[in-house]
């Protein structure tokens, strides 16, 4: 019984009452079997005789009672241990002492095999009425756990369907209704990929895939629906697999409307764009101003200031070493123009294209503050779109200042890959690095907008931008986008 029962189960159970009984019960029945041995006699023989049992063996019988009831109190364990115990008072008067000592060792086996054979019944039919008992509780909480996710499913806000394998349309709900446009038993016709457009199988499909190849499940994905009348609606989809008996029968899709937002984010897209086309065009306008007229009036004041420098027979000698710093304070102011018109917008990269734009901004960066620059080409290069190379430019521009003003690196690298139909730039520098918060809107409220605004530009282009940085080991900026506008 050790293993069966821990010291604390057995301590608990020699603490009910019920324990206490069904041991006085041992001790009275062994009493009376032994009580003619003993010099007293309770049941006298006509007694047994009229019951066609002589008297021990109605007290073998009557050990029944405490076994059995240890098995109602105990569980089957309890009666196995209580009818050792019967077993253990029962052996030594059928070994030594009865005078029929086969019939009375059968009677103790009899006593010992029925005792256990109905606890253990009994205890079957306490496991078959718990059992029933939780299945019935079971039951009624799937009724209500249905009841719940039916109410939940029709009163939900977003569209949710679901398909057998086959694609048909088993059930919705009243807002898949609204969205699709379609009544729920026009639905129940309709077949699933029906209500999509062909350029968003792909994506539909793949996101369906992704829970049956143990990724993560509800991948979201943004698809365009096709409504009732052949409108279209952009929805963002979550797909998850529907299984019965361990195999998937069809598949639950939850659609949430975003036509609006995508016609927002759109429209802020096409403003974005046209704030920054204005505000390179008005780069360009003034970049152009100073240098074809306040850079060339200064060139030519410049020309006028040292051809009356050179007449120094005409001149006292301390005007003429005047007219010569007045010549270098103008040439210095003249410079300083050309640099800020180079700033706004480099005619290099209109004139010659993006690569030669970005080795201009090595060279700059090189030569001013002594920061070990290479540029480095790869892929057939090419002339892209000048929208497309404006923006990488600025992008780089606004990289290089980044390494000049804030990374106190020693080298830094401007890569340009050219591919079939993309481009990407990288920029890399060995400074300090920087703590990258963990959304990168973040960066907007501690003031620093550099990085929000290359990744606008990016975004324009519908491309990629990423952006990492580790104290100490420096920063790499990242941008691919489509050579097209």
Request: charged residues 25%; hydrophobic residues 45%.
């Amino acid at each position: 019984m050790v293993r069966y029962l821990s010291l604390s189960q057995l301590t608990r159970n020699i603490r009910r009452p019920s324990f206490w009984f069904i041991f006085a019960l041992l001790v009275l029945i062994t009493l009376l079997h032994y009580g003619q041995d003993l010099g007293f006699s309770v049941f006298h023989a006509p007694i047994m005789a009229d019951l066609g049992l002589d008297r021990h063996a109605f007290e073998r019988i009557l050990y029944l009672v405490p076994i059995v009831l240890a098995g109602f109190v105990f569980s089957w364990r309890g009666a196995f241990v209580t009818s050792l115990i019967a077993l253990a008072c029962l052996l030594p008067r059928a070994i030594f002492i009865s005078p029929h000592p086969l019939d009375a060792l059968l009677e103790t086996g009899a006593v010992f095999t029925v005792g256990n054979a109905v606890s253990i019944s009994f205890a079957s039919l306490r496991r078959e009425r718990e059992y029933r008992v939780r299945l019935e509780v079971a039951q009624q909480e799937q009724r209500l756990f249905e009841e719940k996710y039916r109410e939940l499913f029709e009163s939900a806000n977003d569209a949710i369907w679901i398909h057998n394998l086959a694609g048909n349309i088993v059930v919705a709900n009243k807002a898949c209704a609204a969205l699709t446009g379609y009544s729920l038993k026009e639905l129940s016709t309709i077949k699933s990929q029906n209500l999509f457009t062909k350029s968003c199988l792909d994506d539909i499909n793949h996101a369906r895939d992704l829970p049956l190849k143990n990724k993560v499940p509800g991948h979201l994905s943004e698809v365009k629906m096709i409504r009732k009348g052949k409108s279209e609606a952009h929805v963002q989809l979550s797909t998850n697999p529907v299984f019965s008996n361990g195999q998937v029968v069809g598949f639950q899709h939850i659609a949430r409307d975003i036509t609006e937002q995508k016609r927002m984010q759109e429209n802020l897209r096409f403003y974005l764009h046209q704030i920054t086309r204005a505000q390179e065009e008005e780069r360009k306008r003034i970049a152009r101003a100073i240098h074809d007229e306040s850079v060339q009036s200064l060139a030519s004041l410049t020309h006028k200031i040292e051809a009356l420098a050179a007449k120094k027979r005409r001149l006292p000698e301390d005007v003429v070493k005047y007219l010569g710093g007045l010549c270098a304070e103008t040439k210095g102011i003249m410079n300083g123009l050309r640099r800020f018109s180079h700033g706004l917008r480099p005619g290099v990269l209109d004139q010659v294209g993006l690569v030669s734009a970005l080795e201009l901004l090595a060279e700059e960066l090189s030569s001013e503050q002594n920061i070990s620059t290479g540029l480095e080409i790869s892929g057939p290069e090419r002339r892209l779109e000048p929208e497309a190379e404006l923006a990488l430019f600025r992008i780089a521009q606004e990289a290089l200042s980044n390494v000049r003003r804030h990374s106190e690196a020693k080298k830094a690298a401007v890569k340009l890959l050219f591919t079939n139909r993309k481009v990407k730039l990288t920029i890399f520098d060995n400074g300090r690095g920087f703590r990258l918060p963990e959304v990168l809107g973040d960066l907007a409220t501690e003031g620093k907008l550099g990085l929000l605004g290359m990744q606008e530009r990016t975004r324009l282009f519908n491309g990629k931008f990423s952006v990492r940085s580790v104290v100490g080991q420096g920063t790499k900026v990242a941008v691919e986008m489509s050579d097209e506008v």
